[in-house]
């Protein structure tokens, strides 16, 4: 059950920070996921870092910096993917 949690956490989290995002991110549904997954780990250890990570009642801190992590990661993949996918379209012409 963990597993399907971590999933959907990683699609609304991918969703909301492709939203955040100005222009077009040309990545997969998939990928969305993946991201969200990826920025939610790191806003985790961002928050844990800082002492953050577990406090009585609604993390919000914990929940910002994982929505950070996942528009960093969204930010950065995205450009990523397209220049992969473009070399692979070059390859094949």
């Known amino acids: ?23 077009r991110q040309r990545i997969p549904l998939w990928l969305t996921v993946i991201f969200g997954l990826l920025g939610s780990v790191l806003g985790n250890a961002v928050a844990t870092w800082a002492g953050v990570g577990d406090t009585d009642g609604i993390d919000w801190i914990r929940h910002v910096l994982q929505l950070a992590g996942a528009v960093i990661v969204v930010a950065l993949g995205s450009p990523l993917w397209a220049t992969i996918r473009g070399r692979r379209r070059r390859e094949r012409v």
């Open 1 to 23: 059950m963990n597993w399907l949690w971590a999933i959907v956490v990683g699609l609304v989290l991918g969703v909301i920070a492709r939203a955040i995002i100005p222009g």
